[in-house]
């Protein structure tokens, strides 16, 4: 083999190690962050914990009784240096919106939770947000570490390592405990019907209170 050749051969081998360590190195850094084949959907109970976060804005709110009590809420975890799951989570949830126009801000509720606290102010989230908000009714919440523990925690979606987690999406009415998560790319339309159904199942309820107040 002539002396060219023995370079051109090191040369490749070096470039196919780069590769693989890149490729190691991302796989690392994202561990974790792969989405299911498919998405998958279960009932579940949530629990709110009663600790202070605040929205984009800088306000301080409290998740049950200032943005879910009396809604219909869709709910998304994110954090904002994620490039991989996050900004398709957030695009889901921005179709959603769009799907369900007028009514967010007004019977429907959409929250994103910041998981990486530390990093995710209030001014960060505010800059993210502008990628995929359209219109009022979608609040993206932070807060000190231990409140977004807790908080993560009562949803049942913590986990210890942030950049672990998976792609998540609850759907559930804000004035009872049952809820529908769901795993992986949900299609935005599966998560508007889910709104539907339960705005279907409120008005329901309201009319078969209202005729029974109405027996004699």
Known sequence: MNRFASTGLLTLCLLSLG???????????HAGHKAPASSTQEHTQVKF?????????GKTVRLEQDLVQGKI?????????CTTVCPVVSSIMGKVQKQLGARVGKEVQLVSISIDPQRDDPKRLQDYARTFQRGPGWSWLTGSPQSINETLKGLGSFSGDFKNHQPLI????????????YYGFTDPELLA?????LSGLRTHAKHTAIAMEQQP
């Open 19 to 29: 590769v693989q360590h890149a490729n190691a190195h991302s796989a690392d850094e």
């Open 49 to 57: 914990a009663n600790v202070p976060l605040l929205d984009q804005t």
């Open 73 to 81: 809420v869709v709910m998304s975890f994110i954090y904002t240096s």
């Open 170 to 181: 609850l759907v559930g009415d804000g004035n009872n405990r049952h809820w529908m998560r």
């Open 193 to 197: 019907k889910e709104v539907e159904k």
